[in-house]
């Protein structure tokens, strides 16, 4: 990809505005922010989707599961090729569903949680009752339906381009 082109759909995909960078910029300069989120945003954007916050529409607690089935190699690949310290990395199975709701996806954090153990994630629950996922598990969810995103494969017309940021 040519750096033109590259500055483009980073642009594009940083557009999705999961991370708030006012005041960690210095002397003025754009900061260059990279989270997970974008990754899944960038896998979802170069298979042609237009509408990043629909684009996983089609997950929810009643697809979620079968999808897993489905695409079990992939998501266990997607697992394993992640450093061992992302799954010791816990957060609330809230923040997972509202990682995947930011591109249109309704999961209820009790079914991630519930398919994480099933898995074998590492889960818990701490002393004030507080529950964790492992964040492996939420990133390599996201990445595995964002590259197999049936929203992409069952459209029959096809799709415009989005437009890049000037």
């Known amino acids: 990809m ?3 082109l590259g500055e483009k ?7 999705v505005s999961v991370v708030d960078t006012e005041g960690i910029a210095k002397d003025g300069a754009d900061p260059k922010v990279f989270t997970w989120h974008l990754l899944a945003a960038s896998i979802l954007t170069a298979r042609g989707e237009v509408d990043l916050g629909n684009a996983m529409a089609w997950v929810s607690n009643d697809t979620i599961e079968d ?3 489905s695409n079990l190699d992939s998501f266990h690949q997607t697992l394993a090729i992640q450093p061992d310290y992302a799954g010791y990395l816990l957060f609330s199975p809230r ?4 990682m995947l709701g930011i591109f249109g996806a ?3 954090p009790d079914v991630l949680l519930r398919v994480a153990k099933k898995h074998g994630v590492i889960t818990a629950v701490d002393a004030e009752g507080r529950r964790g996922i492992a964040c492996k598990f939420a990133r390599s969810l996201a990445l595995v339906i964002a590259s197999k995103n049936a929203m992409s494969e069952m459209r029959t017309e096809p799709q415009r381009p989005m437009a890049l940021a000037s």
């Open 2 to 4: 040519s750096p033109f």
């Open 9 to 15: 759909f980073y642009a594009a995909v940083r557009s």
């Open 67 to 69: 999808f897993i089935e």
């Open 95 to 98: 923040v997972a569903s509202n």
């Open 106 to 108: 309704t999961v209820d």
